[in-house]
């Protein structure tokens, strides 16, 4: 059973940067791709950045490519979003996961989500 916790969201306005971590418990993630995911009210939840375990490829959501950095720390079992130039688009709870794949229509969750935490841009 995997475990993610996330931490860092809050409130930040339009021009800031944020931190999200994502510390996951549970098992060895070397040989899986685990990813970033967002949902603002209303909306659907969409892809935001993944990276894979092993190598520390990274693949970014064109709405955050270029603002947003995604790492890992293998020794801590800890995943990273840096976020910069942070937009009130930005708005919304961010969750992990586990193990991300690609699909026909784009980047899926298929693994353990965290609890989410809230980032809020104000203009």
């Known amino acids: 059973q995997v475990q993610l916790v996330e931490s860092g969201g809050g409130l930040v306005q339009a021009g800031g940067s944020l931190r999200l971590s994502c510390a996951a418990s549970?098992?060895?993630?070397?040989?899986?791709?685990m990813g970033w995911f967002r949902q603002a009210p209303g909306k659907e939840r969409e892809f935001v950045a993944a990276i894979t375990w092993r190598a520390g490829s990274e693949y970014y959501s064109n709405s955050v490519q270029g603002r947003f950095t995604i790492s890992r720390d293998n020794a801590k079992n800890t995943m990273y979003l840096q976020m910069n130039s942070l937009k009130p688009e930005d708005t919304a709870v961010y969750y992990c996961?586990?193990?991300?794949?690609?699909?026909?229509?784009?980047?899926?969750?298929?693994?353990?989500w965290g609890q989410g935490t809230q980032v809020t841009v104000s203009s």
């Open positions: 996961n586990s193990d991300v794949r690609y699909t026909g229509t784009g980047a899926a969750p298929f693994g353990s």
């Open positions: 549970g098992r060895t993630f070397s040989s899986y791709v």
